[in-house]
């Protein structure tokens, strides 16, 4: 599952990944910086408490994402 992400404070999308088949979950942000997790749970606890959709261009897309978010989470969806 991934998600690019256009956000006011780059020219770089926002990219948020979940890869359970080669265990990469991560986050790149629109500064180039990234974060890296071990597990997609960590990975969504960390979105739900840093990012914010007024942070990004299209709130829209943003909420969409975290719906999918909680529903992987919740019923250990694998897309």
Excluded at 30 to 49: C, H, M, Q
Aim: proline share 4%; with cysteine.
């Amino acid at each position: 599952m991934e998600f690019s992400l256009c956000s006011f404070d780059g020219a770089l999308p926002v990219e948020v990944t979940i890869d359970d088949d080669n265990g990469r979950y991560t986050i790149r942000k629109s500064d180039r910086t990234g974060e890296y997790f071990n597990s997609p749970k960590e990975l969504i606890a960390w979105v739900k408490a840093h990012f914010h959709e007024e942070e990004f261009c299209h709130p829209h897309e943003f909420r969409g994402m975290l719906a999918q978010l909680t529903e992987y989470e919740l019923n250990g969806l694998s897309y």
